[in-house]
Nanobody
Framework: QVQLVDSGGGLVQAGGSLRLSCAAS????????MGWFRQAPGKEREFVAY????????YYADSVKGRFTISRDNAKNTVYLQMNSLKPEDTAVYFC?????????????????WGQGTQVTVSS
């Protein structure tokens, strides 16, 4: 089992950047594929990015590709989401998530553990 704590959200102007962090408890962080999702008001939770256990493979939603970068530091039990060129439509609560599965993981139903979420607001 793993517990996740999201942080790093805030208010930023369009075109700006933020870096989200997700700190995990436990000694088995490196055995989990890690993902980021987001949920805007009145909308379903949507996939943003995931990174494999080793960190060698990453996958992004088309809406963030080229602007966001997911990374992880297994020694620090932390996964990051660097968000550049932010747009108002990126405004949402962002959640990190963990799963022991290793297939293509773009559905929230494939993840077993979730952070509490961190608010990102992008003003125009």
């Amino acid at each position: 089992q793993v517990q996740l704590v999201d942080s790093g959200g805030g208010l930023v102007q369009a075109g700006g950047s933020l870096r989200l962090s997700c700190a995990a408890s436990g000694r088995t962080f490196s055995t989990y594929t890690m993902g980021w999702f987001r949920q805007a008001p009145g909308k379903e939770r949507e996939f943003v990015a995931y990174i494999t256990r080793s960190g060698l493979i990453t996958y992004y939603a088309d809406s963030v590709k080229g602007r966001f970068t997911i990374s992880r530091d297994n020694a620090k039990n932390t996964v990051y989401l660097q968000m550049n060129s932010l747009k108002p439509e990126d405004t949402a609560v962002y959640f990190c998530a963990a799963t022991p599965r290793v297939t293509i993981l773009t559905s929230s139903h494939q993840y077993d553990y979730w952070g509490q979420g961190t608010q990102v607001t992008v003003s125009s």
